[in-house]
């Protein structure tokens, strides 16, 4: 099984700096199959990126996410109260098959 | 609109058997892969089992395989997860998710999740 490891575990950051954040696979992910979800307390998660770097439908632009091979991340250009959330990454493979999460990236106000 | 309503979770005894449900409306429901996904009490998402839009493909997690059985019914555009031999490590939110377009092994819609409990 592949492993997805989040970093850092846990953001501190202001209302209109940039945050970005880490997902590391044990090993080698296709970009095509490579997620990131936001998800606020009580919610379900929400879908922000698909492909490694597309932004699903009503995503804003300050969202956008990069890497390839074993190394990915979240890039959010300026961040909105609303964005404060824990967010996952996760991966498709087909050789072990399966899906997988990382262990969540919790980004909260400083 | 997207809709997906999870039902059927409850508290169940170490042991025994819980049929979850998920109804689906806003989208062609048997052109998409669907899936179900469980978070623990204060943890991270558990992807759990996914099937094909016509149920050819089926997959589980390890951790699931061999007690829990995914099943589809396209005419009454409902997914299933018939969930035996339950464990108190099964004791989660189970989210009903669909795949997004062209199989891209991600998921684009969620319900709200239904609770289950395992506990004696």
């Known amino acids: 099984e592949i492993v997805l490891t989040q970093s850092p575990g846990t953001l501190s950051l202001s209302p209109g700096e940039r945050a970005t954040l880490s997902c590391r696979a044990s090993?080698?992910?296709?970009?095509?199959?490579l997620a990131w979800y936001q998800q606020k307390p009580g919610q379900a998660p929400r879908l922000l990126i698909y492909?490694?770097?597309s932004r699903a439908t009503g995503i804003p632009d300050r969202f956008s996410g990069s890497g390839s091979g074993t190394d990915f991340t979240l890039t959010i250009s300026r961040l909105e109260p609303e964005d404060f959330a824990v967010y996952y990454c996760?991966?498709?493979?087909?050789?072990?098959?399966?899906?997988?999460f990382g262990q969540g990236t919790k980004l909260e106000i400083k | 609109e997207v809709q997906l309503v999870e039902s059927g979770g409850g508290l169940v005894q170490p042991g025994r058997s819980l049929r979850l449900s998920c109804a689906a409306s806003?989208?062609?429901?048997?052109?998409?892969?669907m899936h179900w996904v469980r978070q623990a009490p204060g943890k991270g998402l558990e992807w759990v089992s996914g099937i094909s839009w016509n149920s050819g493909s089926i997959g589980y997690a390890d951790s699931v395989k061999g007690r829990f059985t995914i099943s589809r019914d396209n005419a009454k555009n409902s997914l299933y997860l018939q969930m035996n031999s339950l464990r108190a490590e099964d004791t989660a939110l189970y989210y009903c998710?669909?795949?997004?377009?062209?199989?891209?092994?991600?998921?684009?819609?969620w319900g709200q999740g239904t609770l289950v409990t395992v506990s004696s």
């Open positions: 998710a669909k795949e997004g377009a062209d199989s891209s092994r991600d998921f684009d819609y």
């Open positions: 996760q991966q498709y493979g087909s050789s072990p098959r399966g899906y997988t």
């Open positions: 806003g989208f062609t429901f048997d052109d998409y892969a």
């Open positions: 090993q080698s992910v296709s970009s095509s199959y």
């Open positions: 492909g490694a770097s």
